[in-house]
């Protein structure tokens, strides 16, 4: 019994022992795998770290650009207001309509008051009283003047006193109509409104019943209907003191609009004023630019939203990068340049000119034929 335990124990122990050499082989190989895998990365690291891509320098012509948002207008807008107070009974044109200087655009409802009705018909009987006397006078007059009774002088007297005071009375009594009636029995005064212009009505503030004030020394009235000029139109925008030394009267600019998506238009700068405004502490000038309306173009509406596009320097066949490759550091700017293939590249300090905000041009620190690296981000 004791060799038979004997034996077992023996065999027990070969196959620990077989087991931890087995243990021990398989460390060593994840070991060494290790180390290899490593190895391999750091040279697929460093081969990478040191593979740069490279571009040269391209003459182009290189416009650079600022973009200042304004609006359009038509070049002249003129507010149709009313002479008289009252209500809005009848508009006579709609907003579109191409109408003439003169044209009827509404009529007035007058809405009296009884102080005034009184007043008037006093002004009235006492015209009509001195209208009376003065044509007795007058055909007194007529008769004496034939009979060679008076002097011509004396007659026309008479006669310039008579005409005078039946005036009076016309006036009086057409202020009394407009006010009984809202309407005048004369063709020379009116309760309808008339356009002052020639135009397109593009706006109609009211409506029909909406009271109307008129227009006087104190109060600039009522807006019955505005006419426009749409046949030139008009860009405004304030544009900062900076930019001022780049632009002049007669330049044109470029227009796109927010409406449209592919229209354009030049305008040509007609104003720069002279007084500026604050903007979040930038003074700013007003400046105009205008251009005429085509059959080819879009519908423009006053007030249209648009950008004009001044230009403020460009080159012609300027040596230039894309500007995403140069390198700002505080007031530096600079270029990597690979002067030999597998070695690291030099920093240039470079002077740049004009930039489009894609490509820059390089006045001055690399040569032409130089190659700039382009992924920089890999240098240390």
Request: glycine letters at 6%.
């Amino acid at each position: 019994m004791k060799t038979k335990d004997k034996t077992q124990e023996q065999v027990v122990r070969y196959e620990n022992k077989g087991y931890e050499m087995k243990t021990v082989k398989i460390t060593l190989i994840l070991v060494f795998l290790s180390v290899l895998g490593f190895i391999v990365y750091r040279s697929f690291a460093k081969a990478g770290k040191n593979s740069y891509r490279t571009t040269t320098l391209q003459q182009r012509n290189i416009n650079e650009n600022i973009f200042i948002p304004g609006n359009v207008f038509p070049s002249k807008e003129i507010e149709i207001k009313s002479q008289l107070s009252g209500i809005l009974e009848n508009i006579y044109v709609k907003i579109g309509d191409h109408i003439s200087a003169g044209t009827p655009v509404a009529s007035i409802q007058l809405v009296p008051s009884t102080s005034d009705i009184e007043r008037l018909e006093s002004n009235v009987n006492i015209a009509r009283i001195e209208y009376n006397t003065r044509t007795v006078e007058y055909e007194r007059a007529k008769r004496l003047f034939a009979s060679q009774t008076i002097s011509k002088v004396e007659m026309d007297e008479r006669t310039r006193i008579y005409l005078i005071t039946k005036e009076n009375l016309t006036s009086a009594e057409n202020q009394l109509d407009i006010l009984k009636k809202g309407r005048i029995a004369s063709k020379n005064i009116s309760n309808i409104v008339k356009s002052s212009t020639s135009g397109t009505v593009i706006d109609i503030p009211l409506e029909t019943g909406a009271s109307v004030i008129e227009r006087n020394n104190y109060n600039p009235g009522s807006t019955i209907a505005i006419v426009a000029e749409t046949g030139l139109y008009k860009f405004r925008t304030l544009i900062a003191e900076h930019y001022l030394k780049y632009v002049s009267l007669g330049d044109t600019v470029t227009l796109t609009f927010s409406a449209y998506d592919d229209f354009t238009a030049k305008a040509t700068v007609i104003k720069i004023s002279s007084k500026g405004n604050p903007e979040n502490g930038i003074m700013k000038y007003m400046l105009e630019a205008e251009f005429v309306i085509t059959d080819d173009m879009p519908v423009l509406r006053s007030g249209y939203s648009a950008t004009a596009e001044i230009l403020l320097n460009s080159r012609d066949d300027a040596l230039s990068v894309e500007e995403k490759h140069v390198v700002y550091r505080n007031d530096s700017t600079y270029l990597y340049v690979l002067e030999e293939p597998g070695k690291e590249p030099v920093k240039k300090n470079v002077t740049l000119g004009v930039s489009d905000g894609v490509y820059t041009e390089i006045a001055e620190g690399v040569n032409p034929g130089d190659k700039i690296v382009t992924n920089h981000d890999k240098i240390d």
